[in-house]
């Protein structure tokens, strides 16, 4: 080899070593993906852009009773995006390690995590009546210009959408990703700890339009922990899902208590409690989360036998070793 070449061939490894070190923060060479945090971070990021510009778009050209379907359609179709971008570009990992297998035990995880929010939703409604805070005022109001269950229908579309794109960003990319990262630096425990406290404290800084006072945070920082904790005790999110998706229709449009959100309802409600105890942020749907956590806690304690991190929640399955499986 000559010189030239031997001077060419150095220079080349140079250049090589100080790329690699500027890409470090970043870029995990060894993996070939993205570092955590951005892994994180960014499907969160980017889908949230993504949907205020559709919603900018929609709202500018359509008026009810066609927004909602076609802004539902819209929010559909960012989740799939997001799931699949998530999933190939930055996790490089198979869908279901996010807990989206849609298996039969996946479903039924779902259906009772809807029904945990439901009986905690009609909880709070006991209370809100029986303490004269709150009263039922009519049944099946405020569908606006289209038939009440048609209306039911979009609204439930609408947030099951909506709902599911938050636990996916949230838990599904963020949590798992921060975990994953951690994972290793420190021990499991400590790793899952913080990513479940981290994408928590940010879901509840998200909820902030709705919130009147610091105190109010307390709510969302629940939730988040609620829906942290049932995806960190299974692996799946099929619990947290369910949860979400059933707590937040039944709140607005079951239970007419969704202060916040201007839907049909099955049962209207007028509130004249304190907004303190009865408030969308209040006391009594605080202790109502607290609640449904100790459900979650129940069944899946009932369900495997035991309480403990799921090995899932960290887990990352290389590409060639996916591939190797499959031959």
Do not use: C
């Not at 609204?155 to 636990?167: D, N, Q, R």
């Not at 202790?287 to 449904?292: M, R």
């Amino acid at each position: 080899m000559s010189p030239e070449q031997n001077s060419g061939r150095a220079a080349s490894g140079v250049v090589g070593q100080v790329a690699s070190r500027l890409l470090w923060p970043v870029w995990n060479g060894s993996h070939r993906r993205l570092r955590a945090p951005l892994r994180a971070v960014l499907p969160a990021v980017l889908s949230f852009l993504a949907l205020a510009a559709l919603q900018t778009v929609v709202r500018a050209r359509f008026t009810h009773p066609i927004r909602e379907p076609v802004e539902a359609a819209g929010i559909g179709a960012v989740l799939v995006i997001t799931v699949f971008v998530s999933a190939r570009l930055l996790d490089r990992r198979p869908i279901d390690e996010y807990g989206l297998s849609l298996d039969r035990r996946w479903w039924r995880s779902f259906a009772v995590g809807g029904a945990i929010a439901t009986v905690v939703n009609a909880g709070a409604l006991a209370v809100a009546v029986g303490a004269g805070w709150a009263t039922v005022v009519g049944v099946a109001k405020g569908a606006g210009d289209l038939p009440f269950l048609p209306a039911m229908v979009v609204v439930f579309t609408y947030v099951a959408l909506a709902s599911a794109w938050e636990e996916v960003v949230f838990r599904g990319a963020m949590l798992k990703n921060l975990a994953e990262g951690a994972d290793g630096p420190v021990p499991r425990w400590a790793a899952v700890g913080v990513a479940v406290l981290a994408s928590s404290v940010v879901f509840a800084l998200l909820h902030g339009g709705k919130v009147d006072h610091p105190s109010q945070y307390g709510y969302y920082l629940l939730a988040g922990l609620l829906l942290s904790g049932a995806y960190v005790l299974t692996g799946d999110l099929a619990l947290p899902i369910g949860f979400h998706v059933w707590y937040n229709f039944t709140q607005s449009a079951v239970f007419g208590l969704g202060h916040s959100q201007q839907t049909p309802e099955l049962l209207a409600v007028e509130t004249v409690g304190p907004a303190r105890w009865v408030g969308e942020e209040g006391v009594v749907y605080s202790l109502f989360v607290v609640v449904g956590g100790l459900l979650v806690l129940a069944y899946v304690r009932w369900r495997d036998g035991r309480l403990r991190i799921d090995e899932r929640v960290t887990q990352w399955t290389p590409r060639f070793e996916r591939e190797t499986r499959r031959r």
